[in-house]
């Protein structure tokens, strides 16, 4: 099995990946924006820090069942706490159960505090020759400096949207709900998976775009636009919590999750709702976007949608525009209510027509 062949895109990370495997570093920093798979490709190169050419070893890795591959979650909801890192710095000197190697997989890094990631760094600064260290980030600030700045960082990008509709593709979705997943996911081949099969995927698609047809100044009307995005987004949120429920349902059928597990799956569920907010205003900026492009004879993204509404604002007022949506994105980012933020973006937006 090769190493690494089902990641979509990251061309250049499996590449620098599939070198390191022979001579790891003591510790990696795994970083880039949410959904983009930089966890899966975690795991995998842990799986594989341990399993080497072992098939099976490999694949217990994966599923995190192998004794080498310990992975570190947050103790609840709040963070990775400092007990639980001195029980790493303890279980990292011994040797390796059963391979060569013994990795522990952060693959929530960010939730480690600054007592606990302290409590690591000794060990992380001090190589143990058959122990490594995998942090999974959305950025190196999420990190106390002390524990980045002695990682190996590997960034990982957006994919382009022709390599995440070729992957999912060969991951047997038909070619034309690739290319409408591929075109929401905006590059993030994880969220491009979950929307892969739901049709509500094009509902999802248009209700933004259809956002600025009907902005007024009117808060009303903004928080009636935001019942609407929300709605749309619920659908592909259910997916989400199918799955978990399966996953849920299949390892402990008897009813008996421990609460780190439930945690995890809400965290899940709130990246990805975060995720969508996120996607839905790009979409909404694409369109802004498009408004300019179109009037100075450039081509579109959004070749559905009618050209008589590109005509609605001048090109200084759509740049513009495009600038309001990127920074309610930021608004969400530093965790500001969806509703909150939506509203009083729509209000702006319709302020100008």
Known sequence: MTAFAGVIGHKSVVDLLRSELENPAQAYLFVGPSNVGKAHVAREFAARLVGRADSDAVRRGLEATHPDVIVVAPDGRSSITVDQARSVVSSAVLAPLEANAKVFLFEE????????????????????????????????????????????????????????????????????????????????????????????????????????????????????????VLAATEPLLDALKRRQESELEGQYPDGSAPKAFLDRQQ?????????????????????????????????????????????????????????????AIDALKANQRPSLALASLFVDLGSDG
Request: with cysteine; proline share 4%; aromatic share 6%.
């Open 109 to 228: 890094a960010s939730m480690l505090n600054d007592e606990a990631a302290n409590a690591l760094l000794k060990t992380i600064e001090e190589p143990i020759r058959s122990t490594s260290f995998v942090f999974v980030a959305d950025s190196e600030d999420d990190l106390p400096s002390t524990v980045a700045s002695r990682c190996r960082t590997v960034v990982f990008g957006r994919v382009n949207l022709e390599d995440v509709i070729d992957g999912l593709v060969a991951n047997g979705v038909e070619a034309d709900t690739a290319s409408e997943a591929a075109q929401i996911s905006g590059g993030r081949p994880g969220l491009a998976l979950a929307l892969a099969t739901e049709p509500s995927v094009a509902a999802f698609r248009s209700t933004w775009l259809s956002v600025p047809a009907e902005l007024t100044d009117h808060p009303g009307d903004a928080y009636r636009l935001v019942g609407e």
């Open 267 to 327: 965290r899940e569920l709130s990246r990805t709702s975060d995720a969508l907010y996120v996607t839905g205003l790009e979409l909404l900026a694409s369109f802004y976007r498009d408004t300019a492009a179109s009037q100075l004879g450039g081509p579109v993204q959004n070749a559905d949608v009618d050209v008589s509404l590109l005509t609605r604002v001048d090109v200084p007022t759509a740049v513009a525009n495009a600038d309001r949506v990127f920074a």
